[in-house]
């Protein structure tokens, strides 16, 4: 989609949405701020409902989420937000997190407290990420410490593409395992995991993964195109026949 027509793209998106009464998430957002900015009524109702509002992960609101707490809070003044303005990665899907940084701006006598003591992390671990994201230019000024002891360094690997840090942890996993030690592979959400539990599988490398998080596999989507193929490959197995007889459209 090129920036040309995107224009036309946006108003046809709308209108559609208009025509069969459908509503995004953007919408709720809007519609929302809208009701509450033009109807004191339905304002009031919330706000005198409503007396204690708590904010978690607040570095990724959005200026409309912001706009319909400040509302909601605005007379109160009863408004506790956790947040870390270090972690706000999400600005391509509209967060922005000056708000948390201009918070006392917005909000007059609101009292900051920063959370600089690391309970989880080695002191090496600590000191080393404080010392990179110091190098941030808009954030809150924040001495990071922990009581922990000191503990290996992390060592950085630099591969091409994800089948090279497939192919590399495959050789790492079996060095270690080989040795009857268990290892933790950390990945960075859900999705990660479908690219790691197929090479587990293919690699012959026995493998427990937390909450069992694999649902891809056995997602009704790919088990029937799996019952495609298969049925394409053999057209005796009944068992895959009788799983998409019925969506193929024809007798």
């Known amino acids: 989609m090129s920036s040309s027509n995107f224009q036309q793209i946006f108003e046809k998106y709308e209108k559609y949405k208009k025509d069969n009464l459908l509503v995004d998430f953007d919408d709720m957002l809007t519609y929302a701020y809208s009701i509450l900015k033009r109807d004191e ?6 706000v005198n409902r409503y007396k204690y509002i708590q904010i978690d992960e607040g570095q ?3 200026k409309v989420q912001f706009e319909i707490i400040k509302l909601l809070a605005e007379r109160s003044k009863n408004l506790f937000v956790v947040a870390d303005d270090d972690q706000s ?9 000056e708000y948390i940084l201009n918070f006392g701006r917005d909000f007059t006598g609101a009292k900051i407290f920063y959370l600089e003591k690391n309970y989880r992390s080695t002191k090496n671990i600590v000191e080393i990420s404080s010392e990179i994201i110091a190098k941030n230019t808009q954030r809150y000024s924040k001495k990071h410490y922990t009581d922990n002891e000191y503990g290996t360094d992390p060592v950085i690997i630099n591969v091409k593409d994800e089948y090279e840090q497939l192919d590399y942890l495959v050789k790492a996993l079996k060095k270690t ?9 950390l990945y ?4 990660s995991s479908i690219l790691l539990v197929e090479m587990f599988l293919r690699s012959g490398i026995d493998y427990c ?4 998080k694999t649902f891809f596999f056995n997602h009704w989507f790919v088990t029937d ?16 026949f009788e799983r998409i007889y019925y969506k193929m459209n024809r007798y």
């Open 225 to 240: 195109i799996i019952a495609f193929l298969k049925f394409a490959l053999d057209q005796s197995d009944m068992m895959s």
């Open 177 to 185: 395992l080989s040795g009857g030690k268990r290892t933790a592979v």
């Open 188 to 191: 960075r959400n859900n999705l």
């Open 60 to 62: 990724d609101l959005s």
């Open 41 to 46: 009524g339905i304002l009031n109702k919330y």
């Open 89 to 97: 990665i999400y600005g391509f899907r509209g967060a922005e997190p």
């Open 209 to 212: 993964i937390g909450e069992n």
